[in-house]
């Protein structure tokens, strides 16, 4: 799914921000950190598309916040919040969801099952007038921050086709768990 983004969006690189906990999922059921950062980064290139702690290690939980540090901390960098379907689901549910989604472009990828009810739903319909191509979303994006406040200019989104990964965390934890490898 990075390296679908990376060609779909135009990318320079994505980072796996590997959360130290997801407030919206019970612990109970979690790897444990350690081994979720060690499966990301057996995905990850180390060039374009890289694994990271950088939540854990700047004491951010919620995705808003993580963002809000990150432009900060590098504002000549256009960030991208790239979603599997699911999350577009729940993105409601998140902490100040409106304003992350009015400050950063979105890229939501397939999610089996989800898909569908994704672009559907709540955030898709409240962002419905923002949405765009893919290959456009980061030229709309720079244009949106150039305007920060003025004209209240909002962060475009898009839907990125590609083949869906019928992989999840859940899955491949209960295989690794049969198998009697403990936590992915």
Known sequence: M???ALRALRLDEVWL???PGNPLKPQAGMAPFAHRLASARRIADGRRIVATDWEARNGTRYT???LAVLHRRFPRARFVLLLGADNLVQLPRWRRWTELARRTPIA???RPGWTRRALAGQAARR???HRRRPGALLVLAE???????AGGRHAPWAFV???ENRESATAIRRAAAAEG???A
């Open 161 to 163: 086709p590609a083949a």
């Open 181 to 183: 490898r403990g936590f």
């Open 127 to 129: 962002l419905a007038r």
């Open 108 to 110: 939501v990828l397939p």
């Open 17 to 19: 921000l590997v959360s």
């Open 64 to 66: 808003v916040d993580t």
């Open 143 to 149: 244009r949106a921050a150039r305007n920060g406040g």
């Open 2 to 4: 990075a390296e679908a």
